[in-house]
């Protein structure tokens, strides 16, 4: 186990009341922890932002933000998203705890507040930060991992991170719940990590691959999977790693999976990743224009390649969510 030294950690204590930030910080400070403290949710908020918070307890009932929205904002914040947040709330009011909990609240402590159960919440909850600190950073070493393979190619420079922007924009027109746009996101960053694998003069022969090179390079898709395997935070990301080279009509790999078999996730990559491809400079052909783009992606979803309908939710993405084309043109 960690042997914590309380000064490294810093809690943040929001309430408008000045007495109960004074009684708070005193006790926590008194442990040895940090404290910053904010009068209203709109300091809490900006402080959540700036600083480096460990723990986060914030007052239900307080001026421009409540308790509820200042947790709420933080954890739909990929940035943010980790600060264990606890919610001081009065006894009187059970139904904060059930808003509480939807607003992605970790803890709760009633008012008003006991000191040893208030030391015991802290301690435990930044024990929790320091692990999912460690988990970031193997998120980070990951995703470092994948720009180590963009960059080898200058013309896929930046390809990544657009596809991992497309991907969330479609995601969202798409309805997707928000752990399926996380996953696309980091999907968009990290689906080509499995190229790790493949020898340079086999990814970076500018002439067609020979059947056996080709094979070397479809394994990046299965190698990818095993690589992120561990992070159980990568669970929706990894079959997007394992499934953005099959096709429609079974003929991609690794697994020769067939329409709706084809996780959404997946499908929704696709689009993006090849649209990035055809509107972006390669070393064969300059940018094709928007309009060609798609000429191209509807002609392979007739081929049975991609699927269309994403394909036409995705056009209205990239044209402002405005129609294109009359009903009833499309492919
Ligand atoms: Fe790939």
Redesign the pocket.
């Known amino acids: 186990m960690y042997d914590f030294d309380n000064s490294s950690f810093t809690i943040l204590v929001a309430d408008d009341q000045e007495p109960n930030r004074e009684l708070l910080s005193a006790w926590l400070t008194a442990e040895g922890y940090q404290v910053i403290c904010a009068e209203d949710g709109d300091k809490a908020l900006s402080l959540i932002r700036s600083q480096e918070i460990d723990v986060a307890l914030l007052d239900v009932v307080m001026p421009h933000r409540t308790g509820f929205t200042v947790c709420q904002i933080a954890k739909s914040t990929p940035e943010t998203r980790l600060i264990p947040i606890v919610l001081v709330t009065g006894l009187d009011r059970p139904d904060d705890r059930v808003h509480g909990a939807m607003c992605g609240a970790d803890d709760f402590l009633s008012k008003p507040v006991n000191k040893h159960e208030l030391l015991a919440r802290v301690h435990s909850l930044v024990q929790l930060k320091q692990f999912t600190d460690e988990l970031d950073n193997a998120e980070t070493v990951l995703f470092s991992l994948a720009l180590t393979i963009e960059a080898k190619d200058p013309y896929t420079e930046g390809h990544c991170d657009r596809l991992s922007k497309y991907s969330v924009a479609l995601g969202e027109k798409l309805g997707l719940p928000q752990d399926l746009r996380v996953a696309l996101r980091r999907g968009g960053l990290i689906?080509?990590i499995g190229k790790l694998s493949v020898p340079e003069h086999i990814l970076l022969k500018p002439g067609p691959l020979t059947p056996e090179e080709r094979k070397i390079m479809e394994r990046?898709?299965v190698i990818g999977e095993e690589i992120c395997a561990p992070l159980r935070s990568f669970r929706h990301v990894l079959p997007i790693i394992r499934h953005?080279?099959e096709k429609q009509d079974g003929s991609g790999y690794p697994d020769g999976l067939k329409g709706a078999q084809v996780p959404l996730t997946a499908r929704i990559l696709q689009i993006t990743d090849i649209y990035d491809a055809l509107t972006t400079d390669r070393p064969y052909r300059k940018a094709l224009p928007l309009e060609k783009a798609f000429a191209i992606m509807r002609e392979e979803v007739k081929r049975g390649w991609w699927d269309g309908s994403i394909l036409n939710e995705f056009e209205a993405v990239v044209h402002g969510y405005e129609p294109v084309h009359p009903a009833g043109t499309r492919s």
């Open positions: 689906h080509d990046h898709t953005h080279h």
